[in-house]
């Protein structure tokens, strides 16, 4: 099942626009990390945010985390084309010893140049 | 190319055959997880391996699944009588930590 949600599903920007997704999750996390996905091959991962940071940067991304609300945004800032993607986040959850991911949905970027 | 590798990259077969799908991981990543992702979705997880032990199976791995690493290096996943419903893009991951995962490029499984 997935735990996450992310909002929006579809997000459709100019280059140079700043895009911002949103994921809410349902349970207690270690992490929580995002993913960028092309058009039909694997995950690229982007950042892993612990549960006791509540911002991260790297590059032109920004995460945030809010675990009081159970939910994390990620902030790409001068989008380019090449942005265009699936974006997920993915919660760090323990069970039984190790760290299971937990995806959510995803939501797909276009950035139009 | 150091990154988690997949083979096939595709694959179509006729509903009741077998196929067996391949992942080598990064080389010094003892972690490795097999996720299962339909059209879109998000990845669910399948099962996981720490060296050689399969420590955990989703319920969603039925009987018809079966996961294996032998020597701790490379791991293959073989769904036996397979059925449309189970046409998806597998994915497999590796981790040196447990956190972070490093993903292949998948293998795109058709059933027709």
Redesign the interface.
Same mark, same amino acid.
């Given at each position: 099942?997935?735990q996450?949600e992310e909002d929006p599903q579809a997000l459709s920007i100019q280059e140079g626009e700043n895009a911002t997704m949103n994921c809410s999750y349902k349970t207690s996390i270690?992490?929580l990390?995002w993913?960028r996905q092309n058009s039909?091959?694997?995950?690229?991962?982007l950042i892993?945010i612990r549960s006791n940071e509540r911002e991260k940067h790297s590059g032109r991304l920004r995460v945030t985390l809010d675990t009081s609300k159970k939910s994390s945004s990620l902030l790409i800032t001068a989008s380019r084309a090449a942005d265009t993607a699936s974006y997920?986040c993915?919660t760090?959850v323990m069970?039984?010893?190790?760290?299971?991911?937990?995806?959510?949905?995803?939501t797909r970027l276009l950035v139009s140049p | 190319d150091t990154g988690?590798s997949?083979d096939p990259r595709h694959k179509i077969t006729k509903r009741g055959q077998n196929v067996t799908f391949r992942c080598d991981p990064i080389s010094e990543h003892n972690?490795l997880?097999w996720?299962r992702q339909t059209l879109?979705?998000?990845?669910? &997880?399948l099962t996981?391996f720490?060296n050689e032990a399969q420590?955990?199976k989703s319920r969603l791995l039925s009987d018809r699944f079966s996961a294996e690493r032998p020597k701790g290096s490379f791991s293959t996943l073989e769904i036996q009588r397979t059925e449309q419903g189970d046409s998806a893009?597998y994915?497999c991951?590796s981790s040196l930590t447990? *956190?972070? *995962? &490093? &993903?292949?490029?998948?293998t795109?499984l058709t059933v027709v």
């Open positions: 099942s997935q996450g270690n992490n990390q993913y039909g091959r694997g995950l690229v991962h892993l997920f993915a760090g069970n039984t010893g190790f760290q299971k991911l937990v995806f959510g949905t995803g | 988690v997949q972690r997880y996720y879109g979705q998000g990845p669910e &997880f996981y720490q420590l955990e893009m994915l991951a447990g *956190a972070e *995962a &490093f &993903f292949g490029q998948g795109r």
